[in-house]
């Protein structure tokens, strides 16, 4: 029986354990600190308000990851004309308190990250800091499974490139 | 798709850096992913603006009080 009904409070401390993972992806999406509660904000309000169509037993995450996801989109579509092409602009949008031996390192990290279009930021979080699978990912973000991988090798390349350079002392041997 | 055309056109070296996948530096590879997973892993411990906090609590409170109702 308890299989049938859908247990709110499941749903609900579910929903909460959630809620720092939303925020560091809303951050990685769209860098802004404020912006990004508002909209895990906007994404809390509309997922308990659609409750009632989250299939129990699916994946919970994904499901509030995607919502988070499309009021993103949607309101950047709104905001095109504001704040067009903001990419790279945050500076230190990821950027974490340097309290690590570090420090230097992470910031040169958020900095060749913040340098990746959006939607290899999304896929490289999704896949390697959430560890969705490439099927789960392209699903959530309404693309192909190979379009997802690629978008993923690509920042992978970038990121290699950025930070590879950097520190370049190395294995080639001379 | 049109990424890939994109890319293409613009610098055609990343078609051959993604064919030579494998030869990517394996230590800069485990860095990015170590790095990724740290940086968004502070960005996870972050506590709570008051604000989120608060409307947790108050989406809670409806659903309480719907149950009761009902």
């Not at chain 1, 699903?139 to 190979?146: I, K, T």
Request: glycine letters at 6%.
């Amino acid at each position: 029986m308890s299989e049938q009904n859908p247990s709110p409070v499941d749903f609900q401390s579910g929903f909460a354990q959630l809620v720092p993972n939303l925020r560091a992806f809303a951050r990685s999406l769209c860098g802004n600190p404020d912006r990004a509660d508002d909209l895990v904000q906007e994404t809390l309000v509309k997922a308990w308000q659609n409750r009632s169509s989250f299939a129990e037993g699916s994946n919970l995450k994904a499901w509030l990851f995607t919502i988070l996801r499309n009021t993103f989109l949607s309101e950047q579509r709104k905001r095109k004309h504001e704040i067009e092409d903001a990419d790279g602009k945050y500076a230190g949008g990821i950027a974490v308190n340097g309290s690590q031996a570090s420090h230097l390192e992470l910031l040169d990290f958020s900095k060749a990250f913040d340098t990746l279009p959006a939607e290899q930021r999304e896929a490289l979080v999704l896949v390697g800091a959430e560890g969705f699978a490439y099927e789960e990912a392209a699903l959530m973000c309404g693309c192909a499974v190979g379009t997802m991988k690629s978008r993923v090798n690509r920042a992978r390349e970038k990121l290699t490139t950025l930070l590879g350079e950097k520190d370049d002392d190395g294995p080639s041997g001379r | 798709m049109s990424d890939k055309d994109k890319n293409k056109s613009v610098s055609p070296d990343v078609d051959n850096l993604r064919d030579a996948d494998a030869i990517l530096n394996p230590e800069v590879q485990g860095r990015i992913g170590r790095e990724l997973r740290r940086t968004y892993a502070d960005l996870v411990a972050q506590p709570l603006p008051d604000k989120l906090s608060q409307l947790l609590e108050q989406l809670a409170q409806t659903d309480k009080n719907k149950e009761q109702k009902s």
